[in-house]
T-cell receptor, first 112, second 112 residues
Framework: NAGVTQTPKFQVLKTGQSMTLQCAQDMNHNSMYWYRQDPGMGLRLIYYSASEGTTDKGEVPNGYNVSRLNKREFSLRLESAAPSQTSVYFC???????????FGPGTRLLVL | GENVEQHPSTLSVQEGDSAVIKCTYSDSASNYFPWYKQELGKRPQLIIDIRSNVGEKKDQRIAVTLNKTAKHFSLHITETQPEDSAVYFCAASITGNTPLVFGKGTRLSVIA
């Protein structure tokens, strides 16, 4: 099993450009999550999908949209990138409450 | 919503000494408390977790304690080794599909 995978690993964008971060898991997990990690700020939840067909806002959703394409895939879209979105983005998945949450390897995004 | 506070933000210990990281949570309904370790440039990985029906859990040199009345839980690492150097995150959630809420992290440095 590959676990949780993310693409791309690294991306540079100019202000105003758009892009989609891809995430997939092969563990048949119901729930998937997108976090951003900034120095000194820990892991902040952007959006999550508790089950296929549902999405909900997290702590810092502004400037982002998500799509739960199917049970395996959960994408994060930046419509008009801003320098404040420079961060490391982690996707994660788990199979319900009290279960281990697994993280992907992360996407390092730089917005100039 | 849930708020998790973590202290200290940085911790340096001599190799062989013990390290203690403390977290408090705000929502008394939270009942699942994992700890993650993140090495430089890597993804967070679960090292130990505890549920609210248990007061303490040990796994070799790592232990976690939970005080539900005071709403705090702690990570204890004994006989620290250089490979324990990393950022540690605590988290809390209500079982079910509610997302984990993370503390801001503790950077542990083990000095040889």
């Amino acid at each position: 099993n590959a676990g949780v995978t993310q693409t791309p690993k690294f991306q540079v964008l100019k202000t105003g450009q758009s892009m989609t971060l891809q995430c997939a898991q092969d563990m048949n997990h119901n729930s998937m999550y997108w976090y951003r990690q900034d120095p000194g700020m820990g892991l902040r939840l952007i959006y999550y999908s508790a089950s296929e067909g549902t999405t909900d806002k997290g702590e810092v959703p502004n400037g982002y949209n998500v799509s739960r394409l199917n049970k395996r895939e959960f994408s994060l879209r930046l419509e008009s990138a801003a320098p404040s979105q420079t961060s490391v983005y982690f996707c994660a998945s788990k199979n319900g409450g009290g279960e281990t949450q697994y993280f992907g390897p992360g996407t390092r995004l730089l917005v100039l | 919503g849930e708020n998790v506070e973590q202290h200290p933000s940085t911790l340096s210990v001599q190799e062989g000494d013990s390290a203690v990281i403390k977290c408090t949570y705000s929502d008394s309904a939270s009942n699942y408390f994992p700890w993650y370790k993140q090495e430089l440039g890597k993804r967070p990985q679960l090292i130990i977790d505890i549920r609210s029906n248990v007061g303490e859990k040990k796994d070799q040199r790592i232990a976690v304690t939970l005080n539900k009345t005071a709403k705090h839980f702690s990570l204890h690492i004994t006989e620290t080794q250089p490979e324990d150097s990393a950022v540690y995150f605590c988290a809390a959630s209500i079982t079910g599909n509610t997302p984990l809420v993370f503390g801001k992290g503790t950077r542990l440095s083990v000095i040889a």
